[in-house]
């Protein structure tokens, strides 16, 4: 009866008393932020962060080169989409950059917090109290001697203010801590993180970034108009824009001649540029390089690329001029191998013209032509055209960049009814199908401008600063507890490092010499 009662109690109805019980909406909101703010949510964040950055440096990013995402989308139309539509050609601001960034944020400001907070009462507090077995520690020594009590506490107080130690004399034994600046630096290193996110953040709402394409010979003047590509931030406004022009007046690639194995090696570009604050103002000569930007007024001026622009004019079959400027070309590879397009929506026959450009035209076997080299050694203009409606009478907006073909008809080019029209410089040529004639007047360099204000970047970089600082002191300073106790016949020592402390025996055996009297007999034992 006994056994029956006993195994009842093991039946599925009772078993519901052991049951854990239900911890709630709250307690799951309390357990997530816990997981949240916790160190190692903190460093898997930071460093996700830093994976998710890494995209950014592998596509040209809108922002920054929106000729080279022009270029990426010409090259790879059907991975450009998919790219796209993925944000890696605006990784900085997407959306998944985004919610690392906050939540990195908020998990670095929820772990600093109560580690400050506690940091703060441990240096207030008194070095722990003489534990009851001090041979259990890692650097413990116990001396046989005849000095005194005083002598002891004294001469071991002393050694260890000397050594930095935080000191506290108790009754017949003495309690030192070091190394809180340990604990200071890792503190101080997620509060510059926490600076670093917060600088970047203003930054990035009151920063901006506009790029412009000048041709030798063309004035940029800092409106809003004259940006090909405006990037603002969301607290941006235009009255930031302070009133400037520069004028590019020649623009030098030098490429190396001398070694035989690096020929067209780019060795330096200068953009040689002319600026002026108001118009009554005398200008200013200056030099952009890579790396070496111009210190505009309230904003400063990058070199961002280069690149070929072949003067060209076109004609009506009545010699009307239907167009002439120079071109921009875009570079397709290292020896400026340059891809342009011409659009003639005002020409009494509307056509478009898809171009390429080579520096130093080379044949291949196939009958194509390259550029060897990107110097202007012996440049050609090879055109193919298409004629029909190019779309532009109805307002909607065009990469100048490219030629939507799809519709038109290819009148010059490969398999067409006429050969690519080809030019050297100084060279007219009447078009096909009576679309009248072409000139090649010359060529001129242009240089792609990037002009970014960001008021933080000083704040960012004391920051970032700081963070390396403060990381050499955490990761440089021992964090240490050492104790004294007289006992009658000797007295003992024993030390514990918070970490591996190699150095830990050393300490133990300097503070045992500083106390014990040099005519003094004794005997150590570990």
Request: aromatic share 10%; proline share 6%; net charge positive.
């Amino acid at each position: 009866m006994a056994s029956s009662q006993r195994s009842s109690d093991l039946t599925p109805e009772s078993s519901d008393r052991t049951e854990s019980p239900e911890i709630g909406v709250v307690g799951w909101l309390r357990w997530i932020w816990r997981q949240l703010t916790s160190m190692r949510t903190a460093l898997l964040l930071l460093l996700l962060l830093a994976i998710a950055a890494v995209p950014g440096s592998i596509y040209p990013q809108r922002s920054a080169d929106p000729n080279g995402v022009t270029s990426f989308f010409q090259g790879n139309p059907q991975l450009a989409r998919v790219l796209d539509a993925l944000q890696l050609f605006d990784v900085y601001s997407s959306s998944w950059f985004s919610a690392i960034y906050i939540l990195l944020f908020v998990s670095l400001i929820g772990c600093v917090i109560p580690r400050t907070l506690v940091h703060y009462r441990a240096l207030r507090s008194e070095p722990v109290a003489l534990p009851t077995r001090l041979q259990r520690f890692p650097g413990y020594r116990k001396i046989t001697s005849d000095a005194s009590g005083k002598h002891v506490l004294a001469k071991g107080e002393a050694a260890l203010r000397a050594k930095g130690f935080r000191v506290i004399v108790r009754a017949g034994s003495i309690s030192a801590e070091k190394g809180y600046l340990r604990e200071t630096g890792n503190l101080m290193f997620h509060v510059a993180l926490i600076g670093v996110l917060i600088t970047a953040g203003i930054g990035g709402g009151l920063s901006y970034n506009g790029q412009r394409v000048l041709v030798e010979g063309e004035t940029f003047v800092d409106n809003l108009s004259s940006y090909d590509s405006f990037n603002p931030g969301v607290f941006f406004k235009e009255s930031q824009l302070k009133p400037y022009a520069v004028t590019l007046n020649k623009f030098e690639a030098i490429f190396d001649l001398k070694n035989p194995t690096n020929i067209g090696t780019p060795l330096d570009f200068r953009a040689h540029v002319t600026t002026r604050t108001t118009p009554d103002a005398a200008p200013q000569r200056s030099l952009i390089r890579v790396n070496e930007p111009l210190q505009a007024p309230g904003a400063n001026v990058y070199l961002t690329g280069n690149g070929y622009a072949p003067v060209l004019t076109f004609r009506d079959p009545d010699g009307q001029v239907s167009f002439s400027g120079p071109v921009e070309f875009l570079p397709q590879d290292a020896n400026y191998t340059s891809l342009g397009v011409v659009k003639l929506p005002d020409a009494k026959t509307q056509f478009g013209v898809l171009a390429f450009f080579y520096p130093t035209k080379q044949q291949l076997k196939t009958g194509a032509f390259t550029s060897s080299f990107p110097g202007l050694v012996d440049p050609l203009l090879s055109m193919n055209i298409y004629v029909g409606n190019l779309g532009l009478n109805d307002g909607s907006p065009q990469n100048v960049f490219q030629l939507q073909v799809h519709g038109l008809k290819k009148v010059a080019g490969p398999k067409a009814p006429n050969k690519a029209v080809q030019l050297v410089v100084g060279q007219t040529k009447k078009l096909p199908a009576g679309l009248g004639s072409v000139t090649f007047d010359g060529i001129k360099r242009y240089a792609s401008l990037d002009v970014a204000y960001n008021p933080t970047e000083g704040w960012v970089l004391f920051f970032a600063l700081l963070a390396l600082a403060s990381l050499a002191t955490s990761l440089s300073v021992p964090r240490r507890r050492v104790w004294i106790r007289k006992f009658e016949g000797g007295f003992e020592v024993a030390a514990l490092a918070r970490n591996d402390d190699p150095n830990l025996d050393s300490l133990v055996d300097e503070i045992v010499q500083s106390i014990t009297p040099k005519k003094s007999s004794r005997k150590a034992t570990k």
